[in-house]
């Protein structure tokens, strides 16, 4: 098994549980959130082996945080403890559909010097899903470092670009897109929402932007269509793979958890490119699974599976 590297912000989630939105709302509960942090949980859950690169506060909401990644025994090694802790405000409405607001702390001055790039091994794999990381600063500049990093070093690298509209004011998007091209381009597996695709891509339908991004350079383009599943694009072989029905309460860190579990069957094989398109089918069926499940309960750790639940759906031994 190889280990996974995710890199970015790790911060704290205020959930709004009374389904009143952010603004109407007035009853939130805390909960450890970021992106790639989310991912590592979901890895780590299921029984693989990640590590967390970013930065949180000395304060005690860093605390609480690294606490709850050790739980998930996801490596904190990596991990700078300085300044204030990132917030972010999540509104939940009565679908379960969410909204963001952001209070960022020092998440975004977390350097490349805090990697030690001699524990990284040549069949391990960079995920690189930040919804902050491509906003102007240090975490930038390390983030792309790493990119490079991983690139001349022959190392597997992901892509989710994880757009937030608060964060990606229309005055950066630009920016932000031409920033978002240069992973792609570098990526092997990129993962985006059908939103996200549509933003970076401007084509008027999923496939044609999917294999867009496949000419890009990605050999994997993965689009979540939330209830839908995900379509799947291969080289540009295209197909929608189903997920499973349950009773969404909150789909906070459902994509990650989908990443995670993506990243977490990858980790399992020697061999990563050149996959056949039916082991593909079956990485994505299982990984829709996982993220189904984690909408289940409030906050984007807390309803993250273990992979004996998801293998007795994949039976029909479960429901």
Known sequence: MSHIFAIGELL????GIDHLGLKDGIQFEKKAGGAPANVCAAITR???????LGQVGKDPFGDFLLQTLQEYKVDTSFVKQEGSTTMAFVGVDTDGERSFTFLRGSDALYTFDNIDTNKIKANDMIHFGSAT???????KRTYTDLL?????????ISFDPNYRDTLITPDILGKYKKDCYHFMKKADLVKLSKEELFLLTQCNDIESGAR??????AEV??????????????????EVIKSIHVK?????????????AILYQLSLLDERKELSYSTWKEIVYFANIVGALTTTQYGAMEGIPMVEVVQDIMRGERV
């Open 221 to 238: 383009i993965l689009v979540t269509l939330g209830s839908d599943g995900c379509l799947l694009c291969v080289k540009g072989e295209c």
């Open 46 to 52: 299921l029984g693989g082996s990640s590590s967390f």
């Open 133 to 139: 990381a491509l906003l102007e600063g240090e975490l």
């Open 148 to 156: 490079y990093y991983a690139k001349e070093n022959h190392i597997y």
């Open 248 to 260: 969404q309460v909150d789909s906070t860190g459902a994509g990650d958890a989908f990443m995670g």
């Open 12 to 15: 704290i989630d205020m959930v």
């Open 212 to 217: 867009f991004l496949n000419d890009m350079g």
